[in-house]
């Protein structure tokens, strides 16, 4: 009951934002995956800020960003990072800290 008082079931449970350089390929396929992966797997549940640091180079600044595109997972948890095109499904799964599916726990991801 207490429990129930003190979550806010409007908020949503992850907070990602991803870091990106403009349209460049790298950038585009990261925005796609993540965007698949939450739809897939957060439905619901996320909140997706993509920030293209070109325009708002501050922001990277703030995170200390080395390079791009960089998905941060600010909640739940730990904050966590992962650079590329966030291509490796399984990769960012983990991160998330998601179940891997079981047509992925025997795919061959190189």
Known sequence: MEAEELADPAGPEYALHLYITGATPNSVRAVHN???????????????????????????QEVGLI???????????????????????????????????PELDHADNG
């Open 67 to 101: 390079a791009a595109p960089t998905l941060v997972k600010k909640r739940p948890g730990l904050v966590r990072r992962l650079v590329g095109d966030l291509s490796d499904r399984r990769r960012v799964l983990t991160a998330l800290g998601l179940p891997i599916p």
């Open 34 to 60: 993540i965007k698949e992966i939450c739809e897939l797997y957060l439905k619901g549940r996320y909140e997706l800020l993509i920030v293209d640091i070109y325009q708002q180079p501050e922001l990277a």
